[in-house]
């Protein structure tokens, strides 16, 4: 009998959750769930470099205008709005935070 035929029905129903979470690479509510660094390093886009510049906002804008999709890594870094509780979007909020950061 495996391990998991072994959990009461309610635990059974949370590993399903998880194992669902984890094959989605988010929760129900599109929240990925890389854990979110929100340091807006989003370029180059699948290897960020060191340094926040205008390349992360070019690749941030591209996001926002649906040009490119952003992974679960890049919203691990450049999903910075609403603060403190990332919606698993990156969208104009986002660039403008970004915006803020680079060119102020
Ligand atoms: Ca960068
Ligand atoms: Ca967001």
């Known amino acids: 009998m495996s391990d998991y035929a072994n959990l009461p029905p309610e635990l059974q129903d949370g590993a399903i959750q998880l194992a669902r979470d984890a094959a989605l690479g988010c929760n129900k509510q599109g929240v990925p769930l890389n854990f979110n660094y929100a340091d807006r390093n989003v370029a180059f886009w699948g290897a960020p ?31 910075l709005y609403p603060i403190g509780a990332p919606d698993g979007q990156i969208g104009l909020p986002d660039d403008i935070q970004l915006q803020k950061l680079v060119l102020f």
Do not use: I, R, S, W
Request: glycine share 10%.
């Open 49 to 79: 470099d060191t340094d926040v510049n205008g390349a992360d906002l070019l690749v941030c804008l591209q996001f926002v205008l649906g040009l490119k999709t952003p992974t679960n890594e890049d919203l691990a870094h450049g999903d």
